[in-house]
Nanobody, 133 residues
Framework: QVHLVESGGDSVQSGGSLRLSCAAS???????????MAWFRQTPGKQREGVAA???????KYADDAKGRFTVSQDNTKNTLYLQMNSLKLEDTATYSC????????????????????????WGQGTQVTVSS
């Protein structure tokens, strides 16, 4: 079973920074050609929203609110996804979860929209980010 573990969530003041990590474990029995990973966030009563993603070629994609403030990156040797969040705002307060799509041939690549939660079947438990004034 694919397993994801997030870390790095914390309480921080507005304008501060945090770096989230997501470590993925993929069973050796799965013969995959690549991964597509993303960060989502959710607050109570609101729908889960995509924040940033990176496809199997290393190309990043960001939600409009994340552009210029957040940077998504990946360490392929460790199957770890990162999210560097700068200039945090109160409205960034949420539970942040990572998700993964494992590319198994003959599937050619990632789903077309990696900021849609429907693109992913595996999720981590989430890590809380709280931004205060």
């Amino acid at each position: 079973q694919v397993h994801l573990v997030e870390s790095g969530g914390d309480s921080v003041q507005s304008g501060g920074s945090l770096r989230l990590s997501c470590a993925a474990s993929i069973p050796v029995s799965i013969k995959y050609s690549g991964t597509c990973m993303a960060w989502f966030r959710q607050t109570p009563g609101k729908q889960r929203e995509g924040v940033a993603a990176i496809d199997n070629t290393g190309h990043p994609k960001y939600a409009d609110d994340a552009k210029g403030r957040f940077t998504v990156s990946q360490d392929n040797t460790k199957n770890t996804l990162y999210l560097q969040m700068n200039s945090l705002k109160l409205e960034d307060t949420a539970t942040y979860s990572c998700a993964i799509f494992v590319v198994v041939p003959p599937v050619p690549g990632c789903p077309p929209d990696l900021l849609r939660h429907e693109s992913f079947g595996y999720w981590g438990q989430g890590t809380q980010v709280t931004v205060s004034s």
